[in-house]
């Protein structure tokens, strides 16, 4: 195959993941509501620069350079599609560096393959619809990873250094990464001088990141609703990785066992030498740390999915060479003789024999599997002659063999591969489809403003429990216009923090000492007996409802309930009834405690 038709190949394998998923990622983009993450993108992203630096010296700094770009997104328009828009584009941005991976490491088709096999993960679709920095945490992780290829190829490695310190500031926790990297040039046995190499980018990458963790370090309050993985999580990711059910997860494990147990699978930057230290080291250091001190979450190592997607289709890239050779074919080079892999090799290719004896004097070329050496050196085809002698007498001689049919087995081959992805995308179209909804998300602000705006009357009294609460007062103002936020002391923004800062429980007591009636919105876990909060403002809430008030109405939408508490004295100077809402949501009831 000639270098231009080469590279065409190669660029179809790379734009039809990206083609993909930027239709998959686009469908159903706009759901008709934000949730709780993505409203702290969409009201802080909302707020000046300067509103935003302050912000982060007290809280959200993992997520400061991200909230900086959204800021410049939302300027455009505010709105969801908008809001959303970046995480399509990083996610459309990694499926097309996944299949360059798989060209660069294997071949073209290996890539389209491996491409197309992210773009159809329901794990990917899920971050490529969030209005978070995740799918670009992924895609930056993604580059970094075929940067650090080349890097090893031909000794440049500040894009890598630049690249990655990007990525590390966007997600810290995207620095496990330098542990995979490391892995994988040891697997492929690099000299010194690529170590060296990558240590001083490591080490300016490290430099780059550390005041961002000092600073995060002392917010870590942020994450302390989580827990300590233990199997169950294990479990959970491997199948957000390989596949939701047994239909998809068993042929892509085998694939994996086939990639990775191989012959030559080590052998230099190979497939599973740079794609299981990619899958399994970050995930496996997190969950680690995260038995002393919790910090593991499936989303903060969603960039290492891209090597299950590898392995897949280096493992299908190797059985269907097998069952070449078991039906009398011969395989093709990688990627029609150029060398794509960038790695390192530490035994040269041996020749091939002919399998018939030759006339002594007749010359035969030889052919070599090409092979990648250190600082890009291109493999040698050797040709071994002899003294010419006089053709056979009879015989007339062989004609050159055309590469018409070998390329139209590699192309059949790619295609089967393509067919099958698309039985994969037919397993879990359900779950893409329900993730396109809002119900699929743990909360709708869109929904609980418009409940708000359609029960509650202007002018009347509201607190929030717990106050990040006031996440959809933020997100949704159009509700909450012209209520009375009764708790509330300085405005988020004026403030330089998520939710506001909030009076005292002696204030709160004060102000809430004068009302008949008052609008609690809070989250179910709050409004149960046993809930008690940290906060000394939510405590007093809690205890003035309980000892002074009792429920008159409640309304619950999506694990959000709006109740109504009235005073037993003032009961008949409050409004007789509350308008209910035309779902008919309403439960009523006498004297019952949050």
Known sequence: MSRSAVRCTERVAVLVPVAVMVAL????????????DEAATFQVARRSPAQIWRMLHHVDAVHGLYYLLMHGVLALQPGEVLLRLPSVCGAAATAGLVA???????????????????????????????????ALVAAGVAGATLLLLRAVRDGSWWPYGLVLAVTCVLHE????VLLAHACALALARVPGRVWRGWARAAGAVAVVLLPLALVSRGQSAQVAWLTPPNGRSVERLLREFAGPSWAVL??????????????????????AGVALPLMLVPPAVLMAV????????????????????LLVAAGADRVAGILRRAAGATPPAAGGGRPYAAGVVARGPAPLVPRRPVPHGTAVAVRERPEVCVSGTRPVLRRLSVPRARAVPGRRPRPPASGAQPARRRHLGALVGAVLVCGALAVQFPLLRADRRAANRPDDLAAVSAAVGRTVRPGEAVLFLPSLERRSALAYPAGFRGIRDVALDVPAAEDGTLYGREVGPRELRRRLGGLGYVWVIGEQYALRPSWTPRNATDRAKLAVVREEFVTRAEYVHRGVTLRLYVRPRSTRESRSAPPRPASGSARRGGPAGP
Do not use: K
Request: net charge positive; with cysteine.
């Open 250 to 271: 068993g042929p892509c494990l085998v694939l994996m066992a086939v990639a990775v147990l191989g012959p030559g699978a080590r052998r230099g930057l190979s497939p």
């Open 25 to 36: 990622g686009l469908w159903g983009l706009d759901r008709g509501g934000i949730w709780r």
């Open 290 to 309: 995260s038995r002393v001190s919790p910090l593991y979450d499936d989303r903060y190592v969603l960039y290492s999915l891209a090597g299950a997607p």
């Open 100 to 134: 360059a991976l798989g060209s660069r490491l294997c071949r073209p088709r290996v890539g389209l393959w491996a491409g197309l096999l992210y773009a159809v993960t329901p794990m990917v679709g899920h971050y490529a619809q969030e209005g978070r920095s995740y």
């Open 173 to 176: 926790f995207a620095v496990l």
